[in-house]
C-alpha cells in the first residue's frame, strides 16, 4: 500500500487514509486501489463540467432551497456527469494504476471524501458505494458514479449544514476487493445510547441488509469497563440473508440451518470488542466499524467516526430514501389503509352540524379537530412524502440507463396518471361549457341564479369539492365558472406517445430485470399521481377544521363593533370567547409587507425551469388563497406555493411562477399536465413581481422576465 502519510488525506480521502492506518494495526483489511482527487479535478477541468455547475449553483442559494430543488439540482448535475465521458487521457492514465489483481474479482467502488470520515465530518451514507462491481469498463463507469455522488441532494445538505462550501469539495475513489464473508456486520465501539458500552451487530451473509434496513441483526451489548456481556439481543427471525450474485446482490431465504444459528460465537464477539476499542484509542474517538468474517477471519472492511446529530429536520430528509421493497409496502398502506382512513375522517367531520351545538361544545370540537389535522399532517410527513422517493428513484434508474439530453424527460413516462385534481378540473370546464353554450344559462348565473341541470350538477361539485380548504361559498365557485365560461376552453394537450419511450426503458436491462424495471416505473406512477391527490385528501381534513374556526368566528364577532368576521383571530382567542360569554376576543396585529430595496427593481430573475414553454402576460401575484377568485383568464399566476387544493384555477392562467422551486412541487406538476410555461424557486417572487406588471416567464431556462415602464 505504500507509504502513506497525513499529507496525502487530501489525495486519497479520509476512508482510504482510515484503511490504510487499520493495515498498519495488523489488521486484515481488503486489498484495494484509491483512485485520487487529482483524476476527478482533472476530468472537471478538461470538460465544460466545472462552469456548468457554477451555473447551476447560481440559480439559488442552496440554503434557501427546500428539498425538492435540492433533488432537480442533483439530477441536473448528475445528468452532467452523465453525459459527459472521462477524457481518453485520463481513462488511459486510471486504467494503468489500477492493480491489475482487482479487474478480475468482484469488487466494491467506494467514495473516499477528503473531510469524510473524520471526527467532526462523518458523511455517512451520503456518497454512494456499489458492491459488486466486475470487469474494467464497469469499474470505470462506476468511478464517475461515485464521482457524482459528490452532488447528491443528502450531500448538499450535509455540507450546508456544516458551513462547508460544496463549490470546494472533491472526490477520491476506492476500489476495494469484495470480502463474500459468510457472517458480517457493525461494531459501535461506543453505545450512541449509553457511552459505557459497545454494541456489535451481525447478520448472516453481506453487510449490505444490514445496512440497507432490510435484515434484522442479532446485537450484543458489551460493557465497557470489564467486557462482560451485558445482553444478546435475538432479531424476529433471521429469514433474510444478502447473498453475492452474478451481478449485484440479492436478499434470499437461507437454509433451516442458517437461520437458526446465531452468527457470531462468544469467542468472536470478545475478539470484535477488541478490534473496537484499539481502533478507538487509534483514532481518537469512538468508531463506526464495518467487518465482515470469511475463512474464520475477520476482516476490517472500514472503520469512521460515530457522529451524531440533533438536526431532526437533516435527520427526516435523510430518511426519505427508500428501497423498491419499502416503497412498495407504503403504497399498499397509502393505498388501502391511509387514504380510505383519510376521506372516512374528513366525512365524518363533514356530518357534524356546528351550527347544533353550544359554545363549550364547538370549543371541544374545535380542539378534537385540530389535534386530528396534526395526526395526519405528521402521517403525511412520515409516510406519504417518503413515497415520492418512487418518482426520484425511477427517475435516477431512468437516466443512468437512458443518458437523455434532457434530465427531465422520464416525467413524460409519470404524466397522464389521472390526477385528481384534473378530473376535478375537467368537472368545473364541463360545468363552465354548460353557461358557455346557453346564453339563458350565463345570464341568469350573472344574477346569481342556478337552476336545472345546471344547478343539479352545480351542487354535486360542491359537494364533492366545495370542503377541500379553498372553496368558501357557492358563490365563489360559481364566480370561478362564469370567468371560465367566458373564456375559451383549455384544452388539456394531447399526451405524448411514449411507447417508444418505455421500451426503449425496459430494453435498456438484461431480460431477468426486466420485470423489476417495469414495477418500478409502475411505482413512479403511482408515487407522482399520489403525490398530487394525497394533498387533496389532506385538504379536506384541513377544510373541516377551518370549518369549526370559522363558525367560532362567527359567533364572537357580534361582541365587539371593532371585530369583523374576516380579521385574523389567533386560536386561544377564539376558545377564550367561546368558554367565556363575555370575553372580548384581541384582533392579531396586522403584518406589514417587507420591502426589498435591493431586489424590487430587477427586471429579470432566475429560478428553476419546471413547465416548457414561453409566454408573456399580466402578472397576478397571490398573497392568500382569497384572490385566487379574482384572477382573469391569461394572466400570469405568481405565488408562494400551489398545492392541489388551488389548482383549480390553472385553466384560466397562461404562466406560473412559484416561490417554492422543483420539479415534482404541485404547481410544477399541474403546469406540465396543462402544458403552461412553469418557473419556480425564486425567493421573494411575489415581492419582486407586481400586481399589474407585464411578464415573460422562460420554462425553458427558468428565466422570468419583467417588462417594466
Request: net charge negative.
Amino acid at each position: 500500500m505504500g507509504d502513506i502519510t497525513e499529507k496525502h488525506r487530501e489525495l486519497i480521502g479520509s476512508k482510504a487514509f482510515s484503511l490504510h492506518i487499520l493495515h498498519d494495526e495488523g489488521l486484515k483489511v481488503p486489498p484495494y486501489t484509491c483512485i485520487t482527487t487529482k483524476a476527478y479535478e482533472k476530468y472537471l477541468r478538461s470538460s465544460s463540467l466545472k462552469g456548468r455547475i457554477t451555473l447551476e449553483l447560481a440559480r439559488k442559494d442552496i440554503k434557501d432551497m427546500r428539498w425538492e430543488e435540492m433533488w432537480d439540482l442533483s439530477l441536473r448535475i448528475r445528468n452532467f456527469f452523465l453525459n459527459t465521458p472521462i477524457p481518453e487521457t485520463l481513462e488511459k492514465e486510471i486504467r494503468d494504476k489500477l492493480d491489475k489483481s482487482l479487474i478480475d474479482v468482484p469488487v466494491v467502488v467506494r467514495s473516499s471524501a477528503p473531510g469524510e470520515d473524520t471526527g467532526s465530518t462523518s458523511f455517512a451514507g451520503l456518497h454512494e458505494s456499489y458492491v459488486n462491481i466486475r470487469g474494467l469498463e464497469s469499474i470505470i463507469k462506476h468511478i464517475r458514479f461515485v464521482w457524482v455522488s459528490l452532488w447528491s441532494d443528502a450531500a448538499f445538505l450535509y455540507r450546508e449544514e456544516l458551513g462547508l462550501d460544496i463549490r470546494d469539495s472533491s472526490m477520491a475513489v476506492m476500489i476495494q476487493e469484495l470480502i463474500a464473508g459468510k457472517v458480517s456486520g457493525i461494531v459501535f465501539s461506543s453505545n450512541p445510547e449509553n457511552k459505557d458500552q459497545v454494541v456489535i451487530e451481525a447478520v448472516h451473509g453481506l453487510n449490505k441488509g444490514l445496512v440497507d434496513g432490510d435484515v434484522e441483526p442479532d446485537r450484543w451489548i458489551i460493557d465497557r469497563e470489564n467486557s462482560s456481556i451485558v445482553r444478546h439481543i435475538s432479531p424476529s427471525s433471521r429469514e433474510r440473508i444478502t447473498l453475492l450474485k452474478n451481478t449485484g446482490t440479492a436478499l434470499e431465504k437461507p437454509s433451516d440451518e442458517i437461520s437458526n444459528t446465531v452468527p457470531l460465537s462468544e469467542k468472536e464477539v470478545h475478539e470484535l470488542y477488541d478490534i473496537a476499542l484499539v481502533l478507538e484509542k487509534r483514532f481518537g474517538n469512538p468508531q463506526d466499524i464495518e467487518w465482515t468474517k470469511k475463512d474464520n477471519e475477520i476482516y476490517i472492511l472500514q472503520s469512521r467516526p460515530i457522529t451524531t446529530t440533533d438536526d431532526r429536520e437533516k435527520l427526516w430528509y435523510l430518511s426519505l430514501k427508500r428501497t423498491m421493497d419499502n416503497l412498495q409496502k407504503l403504497r399498499i398502506r397509502i393505498e388501502n389503509e391511509l387514504i380510505p382512513e383519510m376521506i372516512s375522517d374528513a366525512n365524518a367531520m363533514k356530518s357534524i352540524k356546528l351550527e347544533n351545538m353550544d359554545n363549550i361544545g364547538l370549543a371541544r370540537e374545535i380542539m378534537q379537530r385540530k389535534e386530528l389535522y396534526e395526526m395526519w399532517e405528521k402521517r403525511y410527513k412520515d409516510e406519504f412524502i417518503p413515497f415520492a422517493h418512487g418518482m426520484r428513484l425511477f427517475a435516477q434508474v431512468y437516466n443512468d440507463v437512458v443518458k437523455p439530453d434532457n434530465p427531465y424527460e422520464f416525467m413524460d413516462l409519470l404524466s397522464g396518471a389521472s390526477l385528481l385534481s384534473i378530473k376535478r378540473n375537467k368537472q368545473l370546464n364541463r360545468l363552465a361549457g354548460m353557461l358557455r353554450n346557453d346564453v339563458s344559462l350565463m345570464n341568469n348565473a350573472k344574477n346569481s341564479l342556478i337552476k336545472g341541470s345546471f344547478k343539479e350538477d352545480f351542487e354535486e361539485f360542491f359537494a364533492n369539492y366545495g370542503h377541500s380548504g379553498i372553496f368558501k361559498s357557492r358563490e365563489e365557485l360559481l364566480k370561478l365558472i362564469m370567468e371560465l365560461a367566458s373564456n375559451p376552453e383549455k384544452e388539456l394537450p394531447a399526451k405524448k406517445d411514449t411507447t417508444n419511450m418505455e421500451k426503449q426503458f425496459i430494453a435498456s436491462f438484461s431480460e431477468k430485470d426486466r420485470a423489476c424495471a417495469e414495477e418500478l416505473l409502475d411505482v413512479g406512477r403511482i408515487s407522482y399521481r399520489l403525490r398530487d391527490d394525497d394533498n387533496i385528501h389532506l385538504g379536506r381534513i384541513e377544510d373541516q377544521y377551518l370549518q369549526s374556526l370559522n363558525e367560532a368566528k362567527h359567533r364572537v364577532v357580534s361582541r365587539s363593533s371593532s371585530i369583523d368576521v374576516d380579521d385574523i383571530l389567533d386560536e386561544e382567542e377564539l376558545l377564550k370567547s367561546l368558554n367565556d360569554e363575555a370575553y372580548i376576543p384581541v384582533k392579531k396585529p396586522d403584518i406589514k409587507k417587507e420591502t426589498l430595496t435591493d431586489r424590487e427593481h430587477q427586471r429579470q430573475i432566475q429560478g428553476q425551469p419546471a413547465g416548457e414553454g414561453l409566454v408573456t402576460g399580466i402578472a397576478h401575484v397571490i398573497i392568500g388563497n382569497e384572490a385566487l377568485f379574482n384572477i382573469k383568464f391569461g394572466e400570469i399566476l405568481v405565488c408562494d406555493a400551489i398545492d392541489p387544493n388551488m389548482t383549480f384555477v390553472v385553466p384560466l392562467v397562461s404562466g406560473i411562477v412559484e416561490r417554492r422551486g422543483g420539479m415534482l412541487i404541485h404547481g410544477a406538476i399541474i403546469a406540465r399536465e396543462y402544458g403552461i410555461p412553469c418557473v419556480t424557486g425564486i425567493p421573494d417572487a411575489t415581492q419582486i413581481i407586481r400586481n399589474g406588471d407585464e411578464v415573460t416567464v422562460d420554462g425553458y431556462l427558468g428565466i422570468v422576465t419583467i417588462n417594466r415602464e
